[in-house]
């Protein structure tokens, strides 16, 4: 256990509460702690990932998102966090869907800065009607958001049994979650007047990210009992588009005693881990998994949409730009807890080369050594025999047969010495347009061999598990019978409240409004966000002059107090 420090010192933020309401996932042979504000796995002092469950010992001692990409004029957007001793890039709750942004009174508020855990028996048990009281845990689910503060009306998914807009337990609604037992969490990357100060950047990029951390009660299954789960929604609330963008899970691995680790990762298994770099982990007592040494992963099972027609095989299924590709892990990188030109990042540029397999001084990472001017340059730090076949990090393909061949490269190949170790895996180069939507699925798996001794061992059990996992999740079903959904598909809720034509059109544009609301606001944004006009449904009379316009892009938004729309229309 320890209070992780850079190597230099910084003040915690100001603008950022810690009086936060958190919860552990716990159903399972792991307790894993999740934060408001996209913090994962610790408590801000402490390791908070305890496998097995009940032992005092962690695996991992933080998590979070990474995510960069450019606008239009080639600037630089980055949202990124790590311990939160450099600065605050992530806030808890959702924005401003006009003003893209949270007011810190918002954020700080104990309606948004929490999270929300519930048991998929506890939704079972209600939609039974076994309950005289609706549990606080269905009653508080974030099904909606506050139209005070213009946000989006749906936010966490749930059965609109009642079938109004609203979420309404009392009328039969439910949550709808993966898993046995989940966490929903809900953060953004733009706070009212501030500037991103952990990437030191005044450049945000107005997203909304939805976590669902989950796991099943399977004990029976040894992969299923040592693995949680986390679904992220990035959506890109902005009126901007992002080119060039990266996601990424950045991780700080403690495999119980942190010093004498070692971090890796699997090409074909598309996931990176640590493990222990010796025989004994720390010492061998309290806290430590001893001479039975432990491995930990994080996998990525589906990945962001890839951009379509951009000729690259993305999920390397020997396939090139089949519909709804995805890419997985597209990179791996370590780096090393210290200011040298591969340590820890301090600009916003840092932070998006290591998402793009970039070093601080902008050379690309290459094959061998430490990975700064060592030879090639590649895609995957540390791949052991993983990328043998292919030679996929080497740009390598399947289709035909053209494998790369190279040495094995792992940390024990490279001479190093066993200690604090830190990676990122990132997913893309991907677009994100205005009000696009993307997901990404990550499971963490453990592995512990209790019958022999060896760092190997450990490795070879997490492999195992991870291909059970894998198996799982695509065929969607666990050997204890469940689904990673609860089986009752959400009603959809129809953000559409208007539609809009002709599109394009050179003089006038209809609008014709789906719901009841009287003097309904509509604004019209240029490209860059600004807005150009605002009339309300009176005004309106179906139709708006657009003549007086210059040529272009134009983004139209109708908002009626419960629900908020918005459509782009080009103006010739």
């Known amino acids: 256990m320890k209070a992780k420090l850079l190597f230099t010192s910084f003040l915690f933020a100001v603008n950022f509460s810690f009086a936060q309401v958190s919860a552990d996932l716990d159903i399972n042979n792991v307790k894993a702690r999740i934060n408001p504000g996209g913090d994962l796995f610790w408590d801000f002092q402490t390791a908070r990932f305890e496998v097995p469950k009940g032992s005092g010992i962690n695996s991992i001692f933080a998590a979070n998102l990474w995510i960069g990409g450019m606008d239009n004029q080639n600037q630089l957007h980055v949202a990124a966090q790590t311990y939160r001793q450099a600065g605050t890039d992530f806030y808890p709750g959702p924005l401003d869907t006009l003003n893209v942004d949270i007011l810190s009174s918002v954020s700080n508020s104990a309606q948004w800065n929490r999270v929300w855990k519930i048991n998929k028996s506890t939704i079972d048990s209600f939609k039974l009607g076994l309950f005289q ?122 495999i119980g005693d942190y010093s004498d680790d070692y971090v890796g990762c699997d090409v074909t298994r598309q996931c990176f881990y640590g493990y222990n770099g010796d025989a004994t982990d720390g010492t061998g007592g309290p806290g430590t998994y001893g001479t039975k040494l432990g491995a930990q992963s994080v996998v990525f099972l589906h990945g962001l949409e890839s951009d379509s027609a951009d000729g690259v095989d993305n999920n390397k299924n020997c396939m090139i730009d089949e519909p709804g590709e995805t890419s997985l892990m597209s990179k791996f990188l370590y780096y090393n807890n210290d200011g040298s030109v591969i340590g820890n990042p301090d600009t916003a540029y840092h932070y998006y080369n290591y998402l793009r397999e970039l070093w601080k001084d902008n050379t690309p990472m290459s094959y061998g050594g430490n990975g700064h001017n060592s030879g090639q340059p590649c895609n995957y730090m540390f791949p052991g025999l993983s990328d043998q076949q292919y030679g996929w990090g080497l740009g390598g393909t399947c289709a035909p047969f053209n494998p790369v061949s190279s040495a094995p490269w792992d940390e024990g190949s490279s001479n190093n010495a066993p200690g604090d170790r830190r990676g990122l895996g990132s997913s893309g180069p991907f677009t994100m347009v205005p009000g696009g939507v993307y997901t990404l699925d990550l499971a963490y798996v453990f592995g512990r061999d209790y019958t022999a001794s060896g760092v190997q061992q450990s490795l070879n059990v997490m492999n195992t598990r991870i291909d059970s996992i894998r198996s799982y999740f695509n065929n969607n079903s666990t050997p204890c019978g469940q689904i990673f959904n609860t089986g009752i598909a959400q009603q959809q809720h129809h953000e559409d409240i208007f539609t809009l034509y002709p599109n394009p059109s050179s003089d006038v544009i209809n609008i014709h409004y789906t719901g009841n609301a009287k003097n309904i606001p509509v604004t019209i944004f240029d490209i860059t966000g600004k807005e150009i006009m605002k009339l309300n449904s009176s005004q309106l009379k179906n139709s708006i002059d657009i003549s007086s316009l210059p040529a272009g892009l134009y983004l139209i938004r109708v908002s009626d107090g419960e629900r908020v729309s918005t459509k782009k229309f080009v103006k010739e």
Not at 181 to 205: C, R, W
């Open 133 to 254: 009281t609706i549990p606080q845990s269905i009653m508080n689910w974030p099904g909606n958001g506050d139209p005070q503060y213009n946000q989006n009306n749906y936010l966490a998914p749930y059965f609109n049994a009642g079938g109004t807009w609203k979420y309404e337990p009392a009328s039969g609604d439910y949550p709808i979650i993966k898993g046995d037992q989940a966490i929903y969490f809900i953060y953004n990357d733009h706070m009212q007047g501030v500037n991103h100060t952990e990437s030191k950047t005044s450049l945000p990029l107005g997203v909304e990210i939805h976590g669902m951390a989950y796991a099943f009660k399977c004990s029976g299954d040894s992969a299923l009992d040592n693995t949680i789960f986390i679904h992220y929604k990035i959506i890109n609330r902005s009126f901007f588009q992002w080119q060039n963008c990266y996601a990424g899970m950045w991780c700080d691995f403690d």
